[in-house]
């Protein structure tokens, strides 16, 4: 079952060319020769309540959670409704407001984690349209919501959520994509965005030449007993997956962070020796990112900028600093590819430091207890 590879980790990762492309197979509508919209069966016939909504909640844990949280700001950018965070075992200690105007949407590769199936059942009872988007066709999650979307990632075995966290983010652009149906305003973009889903799977295939690169990278890194991952705007949700990814697989502390909080606190971490990566490719935060590499250099940092192909001297005009130079895509996809070089550390970090990188201590791969 993992065909040339050792770990079913590392299958999944490099199979997220294929993965993705069968997310999205069927689902973008030609129009003549050209790709003009987006058409999900299972929601077809809610899009307008959604649109009409109060608000969209996304409920998740964990990858499923960020998955969300990368998605954000562009469901609010097409459909206009404001979009909530909630991660379920939160959502439920405070027995947070939901509201019969409220869309909630559910978060989910195995479709029965415990937490989610109880918040959905904590939405439901108040009358909230429930959304599902789980990779488990006939799951809880799937069965229990009113609609949703399949993300057909295909069976994720490895406890770490590679590929499904990839297929998520597609699923739920094309989510909003749909959301935005309507609005004669943000017809470019929308193009735009589905000319680039369309090339996806190539710039995956680009990014996933970086595998010996990090490998490389993971040699430096693995006697550390921390990484710090700093990113904003759509690449937030990078910095805490990417964190996570080390984290959980190659047992090395790690944070995702804020850039935007680094002068509140974190700033006071930085020294030689404590590795940051700072994620910076072209997008409206990028020139904040610059000047957060500047401050980060000032204090002597020991800095690693993902950024964008060709980048590297705009971004650090000074030098001395190790690049991960990825593709570039529409800001909204940009996630997608940045997270690719973050699962192959976690994958080499774990191999190196000799953890079990399918299994590992003391996780299971769907929590069904809370
Ligand atoms: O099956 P789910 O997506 O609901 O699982 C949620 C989390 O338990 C899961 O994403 C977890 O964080 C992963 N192990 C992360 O790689």
Do not use: W
């Not at 609010?76 to 409704?81: I, K, N, Y």
């Not at 109880?118 to 069965?143: M, P, Q």
């Amino acid at each position: 079952q993992k065909g040339n590879y050792e770990h079913y980790m590392q299958k999944e990762i490099h199979e997220q060319p294929e993965s993705l492309t069968t997310t999205m197979r069927g689902r973008l509508i030609h129009g003549g020769s050209k790709v003009k919209g987006v058409l999900l069966g299972g929601l077809k016939d809610h899009l307008k309540t959604i649109r009409r909504s109060r608000r969209i909640l996304f409920i998740g844990c964990g990858t499923s959670y960020y998955a969300g949280l990368a998605t954000r700001a562009l469901v609010e950018e097409l459909s206009g409704v404001p979009v909530t965070m909630e991660l379920a075992s939160d959502l439920l200690d405070r027995r947070g407001p939901v509201y019969r105007e409220d869309t909630a949407i559910f978060v989910s590769q195995s479709g029965e984690t415990a937490d989610t199936l109880e918040a959905l059942e904590y939405a439901k009872s108040f009358g909230a349209l429930c959304v599902g988007v789980t990779n488990t066709v006939g799951s809880a999650i799937a069965r229990g919501t009113h609609c949703g979307v399949h993300i057909n990632a295909g069976c994720e075995i490895g406890v770490a959520s590679t590929k499904a966290y990839t297929s998520q983010i597609a699923a739920m652009t094309m989510m909003a994509l749909a959301l935005g149906d309507d609005t004669l305003s943000s017809c470019n973009r929308r193009e735009a965005i589905i000319d680039d889903l369309i090339n996806l799977p190539n710039k995956v295939r680009e990014v996933l030449k970086l595998d010996n690169d990090m490998k490389e990278l993971a040699k430096e890194l693995m006697e550390e007993q921390s990484l710090l991952v700093f990113g904003r705007g759509y690449n937030y949700a990078t910095a805490l997956e990417g964190a996570l990814k080390v984290k959980e697989v190659a047992l090395m502390h790690s944070e995702g962070i804020l850039a935007g909080e680094m002068k509140h606190g974190p700033l006071a971490l930085v020294d030689e020796n404590l590795p940051i990566i700072v994620i910076a490719t072209r997008d409206a935060t990028c020139s904040k990112q610059q000047s957060v590499i500047q401050q980060l250099q000032a204090r002597k940092g020991r800095l690693i900028v993902m950024c964008t192909k060709g980048d590297a001297n705009l971004m650090c005009p000074n030098g001395g600093y190790r690049f991960i130079e990825v593709p570039q895509l529409q800001d909204c996809l940009q996630p997608i590819i940045n997270i690719v070089p973050f699962q192959l550390l976690a994958y080499h970090l774990t191999v190196l430091r000799g953890f079990n990188v399918d299994q590992p201590r003391n996780l299971a791969k769907s929590v069904t207890i809370s």
